[in-house]
């Protein structure tokens, strides 16, 4: 499916993941469900550190963050 915002174009991808039942429960406007979990990661649409906004493109460094 091709899509359009602000004058640009792009093509839109539906990726469907394999999940398993999880005992998590969520709930959202009353309603309770459990949460799924993937089976593996999908790799992220977007080269890592790559980004462009507003036609303009940059490039960002990955952060290791720890938890103290």
Known sequence: MELR???Q???ASNIKCETVPSNQIAQFKGQS??????????KPQLREGIRKYRGVTYTIEPRNYSVA
């Open 5 to 7: 915002f602000m004058g």
């Open 9 to 11: 174009t792009y093509a």
């Open 33 to 42: 469900y459990n949460v799924p979990i993937p089976v593996r990661t999908i």
